[in-house]
């Protein structure tokens, strides 16, 4: 059973599912050019579940989830460095975007959907990163 979800909010997840595609690549690209590096090995497993979770809904509303734009479209970073400021970047548009896309959706489910994406990106991923450098330094 679908649960009817209307189309605007959909399509508000649909844009925080293709920041998710986006923040994937990223860190499959760091992960391809070093390695299983941390912190992007523990990161692309948390952007792992906040994909399946998006088009899990999608698909519960019988709507075929968006496909992956981002996918081979990440160029290979030449330094953990790079990787690290593009994370970075991924990260701080998607907290802002779904910030944005909240004032925009009523729909409750839609809501803590971007709650979630926005606390991910905010409060989990942007910290691993900041302390990333740290502990490579240390």
């Known amino acids: ?24 690549a990223i860190y499959r690209a760091a992960l391809d050019r070093f390695g299983e590096v941390v912190p992007f090995v523990h990161l692309a497993e948390t952007c792992e579940r906040q994909i399946d979770a998006l088009r899990q809904l999608h698909q519960r509303n019988r709507i075929e989830p968006p496909e992956d734009r981002w996918m081979g479209q990440i160029e290979l970073p030449q330094t953990l460095e790079q990787a690290r400021l593009d994370a970075i970047a991924a990260e701080s548009e998607t907290a802002d975007a779904c910030e944005r896309l909240l004032d925009e959706v009523d729909d409750p489910v839609a809501r803590m959907m971007l709650s979630q994406l926005e606390e991910a990106s905010r409060y989990q991923r942007l910290p691993l990163l900041g302390q990333s450098r740290e502990r490579r330094d240390a």
């Not at 059973?1 to 994937?24: C, F, N, P, V, W």
């Open 1 to 24: 059973d679908g649960i009817a979800m209307d189309k605007k909010s959909l399509a508000i997840l649909s844009e925080g599912l293709q920041s998710e595609y986006r923040a994937r």
